[in-house]
């Protein structure tokens, strides 16, 4: 598959977030929350190669790899509306989910 068009879909995805959080935050924000990178990536590894163990075990891997992330959603509304600067919080945010991600990591490797 070519990489203009899985560059093509990732980029019409963030367009449609951005522009849809103009309008309403909570619809950009459910659309974000949608497995589309997910769903999209097993469909054309799925296309590419037919390999159904390969999909299973990135399914699996992938719910492990998203708790780590949850945390940063919850500290980044509330850093933001506790009048922290974005570049700082986001920051802090990325730095904790980065540890969060390493620990989970050491976790599945066990």
Same mark, same amino acid.
């Given at each position: 598959?070519?990489? #203009?068009?899985?560059? *093509?879909?990732? $980029? @019409?995805?963030?367009?449609?977030?951005? &522009? #849809?959080?103009?309008?309403?935050?909570? /619809?950009? $924000?459910?659309?974000?929350?949608?497995?589309?990178?997910?769903?999209?990536?097993?469909?054309?590894?799925?296309? &590419?190669?037919?390999?159904?163990?390969?999909?299973?075990?990135?399914?699996?891997?992938?719910?492990?790899?998203? *708790? %780590?992330?949850? %945390? /940063? +959603?919850?500290?980044?509304?509330? /850093? *933001?509306? =506790? =009048? /922290?600067? +974005?570049?700082?919080? *986001?920051? @802090?945010?990325?730095? @904790?989910?980065?540890?969060?991600?390493?620990?989970?990591?050491?976790?599945?490797?066990?």
């Amino acid at each position: 598959m070519s990489y #203009l068009f899985k560059t *093509l879909i990732a $980029a @019409i995805i963030i367009v449609l977030v951005t &522009e #849809l959080s103009k309008r309403s935050t909570a /619809m950009a $924000a459910f659309l974000l929350a949608l497995p589309i990178i997910s769903i999209t990536s097993f469909l054309l590894i799925w296309m &590419e190669t037919k390999d159904k163990i390969k999909i299973a075990d990135m399914s699996q891997q992938t719910f492990w790899y998203v *708790l %780590p992330t949850l %945390p /940063m +959603f919850l500290l980044f509304g509330w /850093m *933001l509306k =506790n =009048n /922290m600067s +974005f570049y700082v919080s *986001l920051g @802090i945010c990325c730095l @904790i989910t980065a540890g969060l991600f390493t620990l989970t990591q050491h976790l599945l490797i066990k």
